[in-house]
């Protein structure tokens, strides 16, 4: 069992920069693949990053390339996702997620056994 909790997310102008914090207990963090994932208003839950259990390999979503960096220190039990260059449609509740699906039926960043209750993320214009 692994429980993950967020933090992080705030308002912030477009342009503007967070840093995704996501603490997991249980001695197990280093043997998942994690993922961050976020969910905007009337829209699907989509995956932003992953990342495997040593942080060799990382993948993101088309939308955030470039702009975020998915990162994890397995010594702290923790996982970031620095976001730059944030822009509007950036905005959305961002979720942690233990046990990711790095890849899975032709899709990157899918499914995740553990999750946590989120961190928001506003940006304004």
């Known amino acids: 069992q692994v429980q993950v909790v967020e933090s992080g997310g705030g308002l912030v102008q477009a342009g503007g920069s967070l840093r995704l914090s996501c603490i997991a207990s249980?001695?197990?963090?280093?043997?998942?693949?994690m993922g961050w994932f976020r969910q905007a208003p009337g829209k699907e839950r989509e995956g932003v990053s992953c990342?495997?259990?040593?942080?060799?390999?990382?993948h993101y979503a088309d939308s955030v390339k470039g702009r975020f960096t998915i990162s994890r220190d397995n010594a702290k039990n923790t996982l970031y996702l620095q976001m730059n260059s944030l822009k509007p449609e950036d905005t959305a509740m961002y979720y942690c997620?233990?046990?990711?699906?790095?890849?899975?039926?032709?899709?990157?960043?899918?499914?995740?056994?553990?999750w946590g209750q989120g961190t928001q993320v506003t940006v304004s214009s």
């Open positions: 249980g001695r197990t963090f280093d043997a998942y693949t």
């Open positions: 990342i495997t259990w040593n942080g060799v390999i990382t």
């Open positions: 997620a233990a046990d990711v699906n790095y890849y899975s039926g032709g899709y990157y960043c899918t499914g995740g056994n553990y």
